[in-house]
């Protein structure tokens, strides 16, 4: 036995599923890559806006950017994900994101503070949840809900981050805390995603779990263990297929319905309660607060949607988030009663669309193509993602309060439930099998394994 061998098996003990650990390591991630750049990025627009004067609006463009880029380039990353594996690309992905933070603590004008934007939107594009994501689709099936809960755990300890990045913030200032952080990503992360192997059959598994016997399910032909769970990793529609499906448009529109709020929430929910009258430090406290309550949430609703349902937990999860967004939008010092009522809407639909929003794609359509599909249907979300921060960071400038952004945002997530109700489409592995079709004589070339002969209607 080579010592990289035994090396692994010691950190990596056998009688654990890999699937997990590759959720633990993709929490891990989450907790860093996410803290960074989504939940605590928001405590440096005011003290960009402080030390250059640049306006809200013009910091705001900088996220829009990064949301276009995203947009942009996610079919093609979905499609260099499934091609390479996600374990390659989110090394890559993790180094972007590092050499992005860098480029911000040397930002002194509009200009380089874009371009560091837009090179932050490649890295999130290929490193960190991304990847974990489409390997969490290919080791489990039965138990995605409970592995995106694992993962999960590390965006719910994320927010936690807000309160790290503006303690740094007040010891060393924003430029040498961005260095700081660019530094802890490339040090923390990349080992993290050298914990990702692109499918469990490699090790000897099918999904959820099952052992192989040389090349076989272990499990007796016939049985419901061997129904539920015999599916290798990365059967599935092609994308060719998923563009003929009434469900996949429906996915997208309740996406983009849910998105704006939500991308606007995660740019300025801390300038926002500042505007309300909250220090920085309650702020950032409150949002840590937030993080803490995700983490049972996230864990729990996946647990949940594996047992009750993940299309259920989908729609009251839309629910509760539209709601809990009207509620933030009048949160303040004067109404701190508020703040359960917000921590019980918004903070739970977030956890449970968190979770069914991302399986929902591979429980609908399979995990052969997942990253190509999620990556077009984020693409769809460009325009949402790009108007929703310059919108809000607009209303703030003119009216000089986030309330009025927010109570919109909060009616227009509300129509997110509508469209995800009407899909109507059973679940991939509920699907009947039809004629059988050969697999791929070289796997490793193809994006994956074939759709077993399931329909593509």
């Excluded at 499918?199 to 192989?212: I, Q, W």
């Excluded at 729990?300 to 629910?319: E, H, K, N, Q, V």
């Excluded at 990556?375 to 009216?399: E, K, N, T």
């Amino acid at each position: 036995m080579s010592l990289a061998s035994l090396v692994r098996d010691r950190l990596f003990p056998r009688d654990v599923y890999y699937g997990w650990y590759i959720a633990i390591a993709g929490a891990g991630s989450s907790f860093l890559i996410l803290g960074i750049t989504i939940f605590g990025f928001g405590v440096f627009i005011s003290r960009f806006q402080e030390e250059y004067g640049w306006s809200v609006k013009a910091i705001a463009l900088g996220f829009s950017l990064r949301s276009l880029e995203q947009g942009m380039l996610s079919p093609f990353m979905g499609y260099v994900m499934d091609r390479l594996g996600p374990r390659r690309v989110a090394v890559i992905g993790v180094v972007i994101v590092a050499a992005s933070l860098f480029i911000f603590a040397q930002a002194r004008t509009l200009p380089v503070y874009y371009t560091a934007s837009i090179v932050m939107a490649i890295g999130q594009s290929l490193g960190g949840f991304s990847a974990f994501t489409l390997a969490a689709m290919r080791w489990f099936v039965k138990k995605r809900g409970r592995a995106m809960g694992v993962i999960s755990i590390g965006n719910g300890f994320g927010y936690s981050v807000a309160l790290i990045i503006a303690a740094l913030n007040s010891a060393f200032g924003f430029r040498d805390t961005l260095m700081i952080l660019g530094v802890a990503v490339l040090v923390l992360g990349v080992p993290l995603a050298l914990v990702i192997r692109d499918r469990p059959e490699s090790l000897g598994y099918l999904p959820d779990g099952e052992r192989l016997l040389d090349g076989k399910s272990s499990q007796p032909k016939g049985s419901s263990e061997a129904k539920s769970k015999a599916l290798p990793s990365g059967t599935g529609l092609e994308l060719s297929q998923v563009l003929r499906i009434p469900a996949f448009y429906l996915l997208v529109l309740t996406s983009v319905s849910m998105s704006a709020g939500q991308s606007a929430w995660n740019t300025f929910q801390i300038p926002a309660l500042e505007a309300a009258g909250f220090s920085l430090k309650v702020a950032a406290s409150m949002v840590s607060i937030y993080g803490l309550v995700q983490i049972p949430l996230r864990f729990g609703t996946g647990w949940l949607g594996d047992f009750l349902g993940r299309r259920r937990l989908g729609t009251a999860a839309l629910i509760l988030q539209s709601i809990g967004l009207l509620v933030f939008a009048f949160l303040t010092p004067g109404r701190f009663w508020l703040l359960p009522v917000y921590y019980l809407t918004y903070a739970a639909g977030h956890a449970g669309w968190f979770i069914a929003g991302q399986t929902i794609t591979a429980d609908y359509f399979g995990a052969r193509q997942f990253a190509t599909i999620r990556g077009l249907a984020q693409s769809l979300q460009v325009p949402m993602g790009i108007l929703a921060p310059i919108f809000v960071g607009s209303m703030f400038d003119r009216y000089g309060n986030y309330q009025l952004a927010f109570i919109f945002l909060g009616i227009l997530s509300s129509t997110a439930a509508i469209w995800f109700s009407l899909i109507r489409r059973p679940m991939w592995i509920d699907l009947p099998p039809a004629a059988p079709v050969a697999e791929p004589a070289e796997p490793s070339k193809q994006s994956g394994p074939t759709t077993q002969g399931r329909s593509d209607t």
